[in-house]
């Protein structure tokens, strides 16, 4: 299917994840990442369902950083 439709491809996600015993619980997860897979870019996220997604797909996380993490961290 062309990248033109994502929403055709993005429901697969949960099936594969499940299969291999991971959880994605929300549906526009599963969108806004086979989006971010069709576009080959990276997504900024932190999220559980996005490390689930990352693990059965090549989708390309970046984790974001709060102010607390990063002051935690210095």
């Given amino acids: 299917l062309p990248a033109?439709?994502?929403?055709?491809?993005?429901p697969k996600i949960?099936?594969?994840?499940?299969?291999?015993?991971?959880?994605?619980?929300s549906s526009?997860?599963?969108l806004v990442a086979q989006i971010a897979l069709d576009r080959g870019g990276l997504l900024?996220?932190?999220d559980g369902d996005y490390?689930?997604?990352?693990t059965v797909r090549p989708l390309q996380i970046?984790?974001?950083?709060t102010l607390e993490e990063d002051l935690d961290e210095a």
């Fill in 4 to 10: 033109r439709h994502p929403y055709r491809r993005a």
């Fill in 14 to 25: 949960p099936y594969v994840s499940r299969r291999a015993g991971l959880t994605v619980r």
């Fill in 28 to 30: 526009v997860d599963c």
């Fill in 44 to 46: 900024l996220a932190d």
């Fill in 51 to 54: 490390v689930a997604i990352a």
């Fill in 62 to 65: 970046v984790k974001t950083v």
